[in-house]
């Protein structure tokens, strides 16, 4: 639809440092048309589209063209969060992370590859954000995956629950008893006659594997934090020509590529002050503009490498 401008409120961004008044500047001098934003039906409040709403200001219109949107605060901002990470100005790595925290706090039940696909990082990112955030909002048993099923964040938790339940209420049904505990039918059944029997809810060797996981957690996180030890003092120049005698690089298409693109970002001071004064000045927000997303695509493939070393 076609609103007025001055009819709308600006809205709860993703983006900790507020607007980009470059990329505004960008956007304001387009002569085709931007896509509609993105506004809260009942608060009138933007969404998504900001930068586009300042550059229609700036050019003087009067009107914009809106899609509405329906549901709760929550709801709006990981709609706002998944609008910026797959179209337009891109969010930088500290507004990710940030993002994702909030979206863990207002929808815990989403899995952890939910989360990540709507806030452009790792899966392995989100669960330690998960871990190490403090709020004190309680965690469901199950998460709700990408294809919209709900499953069981631990077995042994849900097993637990399960035994609690049937403790408390004796005559709960098998289906209800799996649907308090997050787990299934089958489970809950097994814990049942586990209890029958006088046993424990979960079997001892679940149990330690639970436990073990846990410790080869940390384990990682111990190894994880050596090497960012490690790797503050590290020679870039030293690292780089030991990559370029790496047999195993150069000898693949692949591999060469990368030690080329390596190759062309390893240069010093000097060389990033006369490049810089080569850039005219009509350029400078264009050239600058494309330096963050490239340096934020580099900051991506650093974190995946980092995810990998740690699987």
Known sequence: MTVRIASLLPGESPRLQGLDHAHIAVLSQLDSPLPPILVDRCTRRVIDGMHRLEAAKRRGLETIEVEYFDGSQAEAFLRAVRANVSHGFPLSPADRRAAAARIIASHPHLSDRVI?????????????IRRCSTDATTQSNSRVGRDGRVRPLSSVEGRRKAAEVMAERPGASLREVARVAGISLATASDVRKRLERGEEPVPTRAAASEGAAYSRSAQLARRK???????????????????????????NDGGRRLLRLLRHNAIGAEDWAELSAAVPAHCEVLVG????????????????LDDRADS
């Open 116 to 128: 990540a696909e709507a806030a452009g990082l790792g899966a392995k990112a989100v669960a330690a």
């Open 289 to 304: 503009q494309l330096a963050v997303q490239f340096a934020q695509m580099w900051v991506e493939f650093a974190r995946e």
């Open 225 to 251: 934090a050596r090497r960012a030890i490690r790797e503050a003092h590290t020679n870039p120049t030293v690292v780089l020509e030991k990559l370029l005698r790496d047999p195993s690089l150069r000898l």
